[in-house]
């Protein structure tokens, strides 16, 4: 199936270091998301962008929509352990025959560096 | 509000066996999605339902897996003569508008 190109991968962080990840795509969405997910879990929503340009801000967490609607990126300020997971972006396609389905990266593992 | 709730969380089965999962949305979402992930993968969507009415199916969906929502609160997802492939976490999630919606925690299927 389709998906979307996130990077990096995998990222090692220490505790109060900045984090950015960031996400692209050949088709345009009218909405991106970016969701966390822990071992086991399913994957919780941490920021929804409505609007080309947009910037959302969510405590720690700061998310752009691109301006070409084709990419997105996401920061952490200020890490901290609990910031461990795997992050995932994805495109909502809304228009014609697909209502909400969503189009996933692989996701950017986050881990603590030893 | 008790969130998504998926029922089993994990289920182990013999290859060719039919297993079903079971899905209730939060109450007054009318919107209802299934998708599958692999290990290392992002979710990848299979179906959607508005009420009981499904609306998308995605090509993933080969004539093995069906998805039922009869009364438009439940969601049902049988796999029949399951395969090694098969083998996966199963995600539903559900939402009131098209929004940014609330994911289960899945069930996990490992196909013997």
């Known amino acids: 199936g389709q998906q979307l190109n996130q990077s990096p991968q995998s990222m090692f962080i220490q505790e109060g270091e900045d984090v950015s990840m960031n996400c692209t795509s050949s088709?345009?969405?009218?909405?991106w998301l970016w969701y966390k997910q822990d071992p086991g879990e399913g994957p919780v929503l941490l920021i929804a962008?409505?609007?080309?340009?947009e910037l959302t801000s969510n405590g720690r967490l700061t998310a752009q929509f691109g301006i070409t609607r084709k990419d997105s990126f996401l920061n952490i300020s200020a890490s901290i352990p609990s910031d461990v997971g795997i992050y995932f972006c994805?495109?909502?396609?809304?228009?014609?025959?697909?209502?909400?389905?969503?189009?996933f990266g692989k996701g950017t593992k986050l881990s603590v560096k030893p | 509000d008790t969130g998504v709730s998926q029922d089993p969380r994990h289920k182990i089965t013999k290859r060719g066996q039919n297993v079903t999962f079971r899905c209730d949305p939060i109450?007054?979402?009318?919107?209802l999605y299934w998708y599958r992930q692999t290990l290392g993968q992002g979710p990848e969507f299979l179906t959607y339902?508005?009420?009981?009415?499904?609306?998308?199916k995605s090509r993933l969906l080969s004539d093995r897996f069906s998805a039922e929502r009869p009364k438009g609160s439940f969601s049902t997802l049988e796999i029949q003569r399951t395969e090694q492939g098969d083998s996966a976490m199963y995600l539903c999630?559900?939402?009131?508008?098209?929004?940014?919606?609330?994911f289960g925690s899945g069930t996990r299927l490992t196909v013997v």
């Open positions: 999630a559900s939402s009131l508008v098209v929004d940014g919606y609330t």
């Open positions: 088709s345009i969405f009218n909405t």
């Open positions: 962008l409505y609007k080309a340009g």
């Open positions: 994805a495109g909502m396609m809304n228009y014609g025959g697909s209502q909400g389905n969503l189009i």
């Open positions: 109450s007054e979402h009318n919107r």
């Open positions: 339902f508005q009420n009981e009415a499904q609306l998308e």
